[in-house]
């Protein structure tokens, strides 16, 4: 069980192992993907042309005329297929002819927003979820386990959006402590820690609505996770050494408990990115979701496209995120894929 | 089956959510004689507050009754809620059960494809469908039956595995029956309840997807729905407040109420699961 145990040549190659397995699943979801956002383009009713355009550019047929050259659209279906996965895996995402720019810089823009975003809610709701969980769980007592179940009920049954749109009538209209929506308070020169400070203040309602209902369930699967591993035999070995409680709750039961948490995580994380996009909306947060409804309202599919494939990326990236704290914290791990 | 309906009946929750859900469903079926004029009419002034004249939750900004809004919804959500789930239910058995039943490469194939589709941001790809596909009614549910199926194929193969060795499908096996007949005349029936279970877990989801579809201004835009009258509330949540209020409130105790009753079934049909937690 402890650490001494592991041999360091077969933690590498577990490493190098998983790694590998990453990157495969990576460039294949990639390539699905990709895929996928062809087959949509010329299943969309209309002129694939058109549809690459955008309802700005259907009208001119020169431009139509343009985007059929540059897109092979008179070649045969495999061979724009395969130019089109070659552009994607050369980071060419196309171009948006609504907003006259590459696809790929609209994207970079409003990234960090949404990695602020998703990153902060994903980080509260696991850790906030497994200190509260476990608290309940040491703390084992009937009201706690009844009030957990109501409050994840409640919170497994409201829509995302509606959620952050309750919180901004409570805490900005009613309350006036928190902004309603933005990023950053826009015309107030400020420093860069004020700035910071600033955009935290933004950060608040919609990272908390995001994470809230992920939260309940991290709580109630932490609790349960505790109670199990509390009762298994190398705890009364433990309490038996004469430990201090506190030490074995951290070492030994935190340890264990946490595992199943995280493999929860890391299969929501698809679920926490789309909530993204909802909660973007609602906060007007300039991310990759405001992106999404803005290119919606104006049928830019480039743009629709391109997101998809960063968002997905962005879902594998947590995916591998969650391996590795599992790698991390489990104690076994390495020891079976040394022997 | 006697004896399951006896148990769910005295499941306090369960009954709970079914008379909550039993409720939304007469208010969707009666919304026609209650309001019969179209929700999209003007009624009445903008913006008037609930308990107004005529008009008890108020009315929005281009004087549309709220209350007209949320019954007519209510027949969207639950429509969409529940063919979106039957076609989930349809695209996820399918997969489910030639994994389970086949196994091997087949398996591995239909796995591969399952894990795919639950590392794709869903919600996402859902956008994608009703935008390039247009916003009808019919695209939105072919897409959120494209985006829920996962859970149930993974389900179905597991409940398959566990019955493919069995020694009364075996039989069946050796007694020349075809594929098709033991899966869906042996294996399925064996393999309902938890399916069913889940099946109505899913319908709770697929009206949360629906909802916030049709907030991001992909319902179709001849339908009333709770998500888009959400939608339109947002800009106006200083000065409405109970424009966002109320049809919010209807998703929450809709889905909340599928989900106890979906529940209810869980500990009244699997008894054995339920007890381990």
Redesign the interface.
Known sequence: MTSASINSGGRVFAVALALAGWFVKFVAVVLVIATFNFILVHAAPGDPAQVIAGQSGASDEKLLAQLRAEYGLDKPYPIQLANYLKRVVTLDLGYSYRQQRTVASLILERLPATLLLTATAFTLALLSGIILGTLAGVRAGKWSDTLLTIVSLLLYATPVFWLGLMLVLLFSVQLDWLPAFGYVTIGVPMTTLQRMGDIGMHLILPAVSLAAVYLAIYTRLMRSSVLDVTHQDFIKTAKAKGLKQGRIIIRHILRNAMLPIVTVAGMQAGALVGGAVVIETVFAWPGLGRLIYDALLQRDYPVLLGVFLVMSVIVIALNLLTDTIYRVIDPRVSVRAAS | MMSTLKSFLRHPTGMIGLFVLLAVVILAVSAPWLFPDDPWDMVGAPFQPPLSEGLWLGSDMLGRDVAAGIAHGARISLIIGVISTLTSLIIGVTIGATAGYFGGKVDEVMMRITE?F????????A???V????PKISNVIFAIGIVSWPPLARLTRAEFMRLRGREFVQAAVCQGQRPLTVVLRRILPNAISPIIVTGSLAV?SAI?IE??LS????GDPNLMSW?FM?GA??TV??QA?WM??FP?LA???T??AI??VGEGLNDTLNPRISRK?
């Open positions: 795919l639950q590392t794709i941001p869903g919600f996402i790809l956008i994608l469908l935008a390039t596909l247009g709770a949360l909802s916030a907030f991001m201004g992909l998500g959400i509330a947002r949540i200083r407040w966002s209020v919010g998703i929450l105790l889905v909340l989900n106890l937690r």
